[in-house]
Every structure is written in structure tokens, then in C-alpha cells.
Nanobody
Framework: QVQLVESGGGLVQAGGSLRLSCAAS????????MGWFRQAPGKERDLVAA????????YYADTVKGRFTISRDNANNTMYLQMNSLKPEDTALYYC???WGIGYSTVLREYNYWGQGTQVTVSS
């Protein structure tokens, strides 16, 4: 069993920055891919960024490419999402997720552990 806890969300003006963190606890010794997803009201949950278990492979949605950076610290079981040049359309509930036993994934259904989410609101 794995628990994921997000932090770092909040309210920021357009053009500002936020850094999200995701702390994993529980059975963390296995290898796993990780990702950040987001869901705005009335919309589907979408993948924002993903990172392989080694940290060497990353994926970004076109809407955030060049503005967001995903990273992970395996020694401390923590993943991060640095978000720069934020836009009002980035407003959403951001979820941290882990795909246990999988080295790298951009497929939502392969992520089997989820955090409760942290709200990011970008004002214009």
C-alpha cells in the first residue's frame, strides 16, 4: 500500500510560479512511474507531466511544455512539479499519481495510486 500526499498549491496571479510536491510513504521500495494530473470543473482528468522511475525520461502535455518541469528525488520518495508562467487556464485540482511496478507511463489507467489533490488557482 502506498500513500501519496500533495502540497504546494494555492492562489497565484497570471505569470507567477508555484512548486507542487508529492510525498510517497508506505511500500515505496518497488519501482514505479509517477505523474501529475489535473482536473478542472466539468472536465476530464488529464496528464500534465510524467516521469520514469529513474527520472531520466519525462513527458509533458503540449499545454505546459516549456513552462512546467517535473522531477523526483528517489532517496526521499518525493516528486515535484515546478510551474512557471502560470496562466488562468492552468487552474485545476492537481493530483499526484504512481504507477506501481511500471517504469514509465503516460496512460491514466496504469496509475493505481492517487493523492487527494491540491488546488491551483491562477487569477488573471
Amino acid at each position: 500500500q502506498v500513500q501519496l500526499v500533495e502540497s504546494g498549491g494555492g492562489l497565484v496571479q497570471a505569470g507567477g510560479s508555484l512548486r507542487l510536491s508529492c510525498a510517497a510513504s508506505g511500500s515505496t521500495r518497488s519501482s514505479y512511474a509517477m505523474g501529475w494530473f489535473r482536473q478542472a470543473p466539468g472536465k476530464e482528468r488529464d496528464l500534465v507531466a510524467a516521469i520514469s522511475r529513474s527520472g531520466y525520461s519525462t513527458y509533458y502535455a503540449d499545454t505546459v511544455k516549456g513552462r512546467f518541469t517535473i522531477s523526483r528525488d528517489n532517496a526521499n520518495n518525493t516528486m515535484y512539479l515546478q510551474m512557471n508562467s502560470l496562466k488562468p487556464e492552468d487552474t485545476a485540482l492537481y493530483y499526484c499519481a504512481a504507477a506501481w511496478g511500471i517504469g514509465y507511463s503516460t496512460v491514466l489507467r496504469e496509475y493505481n495510486y492517487w493523492g487527494q489533490g491540491t488546488q491551483v488557482t491562477v487569477s488573471s
